[in-house]
């Protein structure tokens, strides 16, 4: 069974500041690495989408890398902004998708 | 174009009490699925339907938990009796197909069980 963690389970940050998320999978049969964003109380944002034959996704200051070999995948933000404030969620998807438990990323203005 | 849309937002019952969801996904898309997300923890997968078909239900406590998507549009989920352990927050998700697509979730019901 596909296991996803993701470290750490919170970060705060001060505001500018450029920042990394990590998301290890134990099975490397995916077919693609997701990345959502959840704010409190409400349903989950999809980010970036990486297919299992690529390297990396990038939308706008966001930028998502994978390794399949590894059973690995960064989040880079740069020049965080107190709305990047939110739970961060990596999911690999195969069959369905298996969620981590998430990073909590508080940006300080 | 309209977003996942999820029914009620919030509901409190008691134990042993029956509850409801309802989840109209995105016009067009072919799969839906729902997903218990417990505080803390990641969502997780209880049931994924193409058009009106199951096509995985591993995870759905078969005992108590019920879907169905009878015109391969909306959807509910249904528990019966409903156990404290329940409390969580039931997303519903939609997907043009499939594998290897984004999922557009909806905002969530959020349950409690007294």
């Known amino acids: 069974k596909q296991e996803v963690t993701q470290i750490p389970a919170a970060l705060s940050v001060p505001e500018g500041e450029n920042l990394v998320l990590n998301c290890s999978f134990t099975?490397?049969?995916?077919?693609?690495l997701q990345w959502f964003r959840q704010d409190p109380g409400k349903g989950l944002t999809s980010l970036l989408l990486i297919q299992s034959s690529q390297r990396e996704q990038t939308s706008g200051r966001l930028n998502a890398s994978l390794d399949k070999s590894s059973g690995r995948s960064t989040l880079y933000i740069a020049a965080s902004q107190p709305g990047d404030s939110a739970t961060y969620l990596c999911?690999?998807?195969?069959?369905?998708?298996?969620f981590g438990t998430g990073t909590r990323l508080t940006v300080i203005p | 174009e309209a977003g996942v849309a999820q029914s009620p937002r919030y509901k409190i019952i008691e134990k042993r009490q029956s509850v409801a969801f309802w989840c109209n996904p995105i016009s067009g898309h072919a799969t839906l699925y729902w997903y218990q997300q417990i505080l803390g923890q990641g969502p997780k997968l209880l049931i994924q339907?193409?058009?009106?078909?199951?096509?995985?239900d591993s995870q759905l406590p078969k005992d108590r938990f019920s879907a169905e998507r009878l015109k391969g549009v909306d959807s509910t989920l249904k528990i019966q009796p409903a156990k404290l352990e329940d409390s969580a927050v039931y997303l519903c998700?939609?997907?043009?197909?499939?594998?290897?697509?984004?999922?557009?979730f909806g905002p969530g019901t959020r349950l409690l069980v007294l």
């Open positions: 339907f193409q058009n009106n078909g199951v096509v995985d």
């Open positions: 998700a939609s997907s043009i197909h499939s594998r290897g697509e984004t999922q557009y």
């Open positions: 999911a690999a998807g195969a069959n369905n998708l298996f």
């Open positions: 099975d490397s049969a995916i077919y693609n």
